[in-house]
C-alpha cells in the first residue's frame, strides 16, 4: 500500500515569505508527527497529532509555526514570516495510534529553503 | 542537556564485513531505543527496538545491544552489504515521561563492494 506522502518535496522561497507543507499519512493512521531534520542532524520532533487534536506541540520552535489536521488525515505545517535558519528537510510520520510505541512510519520529507 | 548522541560519524566497511554502529545516551530515564536507517533523500525507517529490560535483541542479520549501565547502545549488522550504506540514527524514549523521540546526530555507513 501507499506510504506516507509529502509535498512538495523541495521548497525555495524568499525571508518573509508564508509557506505550507503538506503531509498525507498512511491510511487508517491516527497519530501523525511532524519533524524537523538539519544537515547532518537527526530529526528534530515539531508536533504530534492524535486525530484532528494537536496532543503535543512542545517542540514548534515559536509562534511563526502552525500545524492543523483537520480532518484527522491529511496535515499541513504551516510558516510564516520564514527565515534563513527556518531551512531544513521537515518529515512527517504517521503511526496506528494504537500504543505510544507503535512504529512510526516517515515521509521522504520536505526541503524547504529560504533564500 | 541530556540528550542522544553517536561516537563516530562515518563507518566505513568492505561487503560482507561485519559493522557496529555505537551511541550514547545521557537520560537514565530513556527505557525505550529504536534503530532507524535513513537512505539519501529518504525519511528514517524503523530497523529494530529494544525495551530497557532487555540488554540483546536479534533481527534479521541486525543485532542492538543495550548497555544501561554505561547508557550505551549499539547496532550490529552481519555481512554488511552495500544496501546497508545509509545514515543510522539512535532514538530515545522516555515512555514513562513523554513518547516523544530525541534521536542522535547520526552515523554514516559506507559499504565499498
Known amino acids: 500500500g501507499a506510504g506516507v506522502s509529502q509535498t512538495p518535496s523541495n521548497k525555495v522561497t524568499e525571508k518573509g515569505k508564508y509557506v505550507e507543507l503538506r503531509c498525507d499519512p498512511i491510511?487508517?493512521?491516527?497519530?501523525l508527527y511532524w519533524y524537523r531534520q538539519s544537515l547532518g542532524q537527526g530529526p528534530e520532533f515539531l508536533i504530534y497529532?492524535?486525530?484532528?487534536?494537536?496532543?503535543?506541540d512542545s517542540g514548534l520552535p515559536n509562534d511563526r509555526f502552525f500545524a492543523v489536521r483537520p480532518e484527522g488525515s491529511v496535515s499541513t505545517l504551516k510558516i510564516q514570516r520564514t527565515e534563513r535558519g527556518d531551512s531544513a528537510v521537515y518529515l512527517c510520520?504517521?503511526?496506528?495510534?494504537?500504543?505510544?510505541?507503535?512504529?512510526?512510519?516517515f515521509g521522504p520529507g520536505t526541503r524547504l529553503t529560504v533564500l | 542537556g541530556e540528550s542522544v548522541g553517536l561516537h563516530l560519524p562515518t563507518l566505513s566497511v568492505q561487503e560482507g564485513d561485519n559493522s557496529i554502529i555505537n551511541c550514547a545516551y545521557s537520560?537514565?530515564?530513556?527505557?525505550?531505543f529504536i534503530w532507524y536507517k535513513q537512505e539519501s533523500g529518504k525519511g528514517p525507517q524503523f530497523i529494530i527496538d529494544?525495551?530497557?529490560?532487555?540488554d540483546k535483541r536479534q533481527g534479521q542479520r541486525v543485532t542492538v545491544l543495550l548497555n544501561k549501565t554505561v547508557k550505551h547502545l549499539s547496532l550490529q549488522i552481519a555481512a554488511t552489504q552495500p544496501g546497508d550504506s545509509a545514515v543510522y540514527f539512535c532514538a530515545e524514549y522516555n515512555l514513562g515521561g513523554s513518547y516523544i523521540p530525541t534521536f542522535g546526530r547520526g552515523t554514516s555507513l559506507i559499504v565499498h563492494p
Open positions: 491510511s487508517g493512521h491516527t497519530a
Open positions: 497529532f492524535q486525530g484532528t487534536g494537536a496532543a503535543d
Open positions: 537520560n537514565s530515564a530513556s527505557d525505550y
Open positions: 529494544i525495551r530497557s529490560n532487555m
Open positions: 510520520a504517521s503511526s496506528l495510534g494504537d500504543t505510544l510505541t507503535d512504529t512510526q512510519y
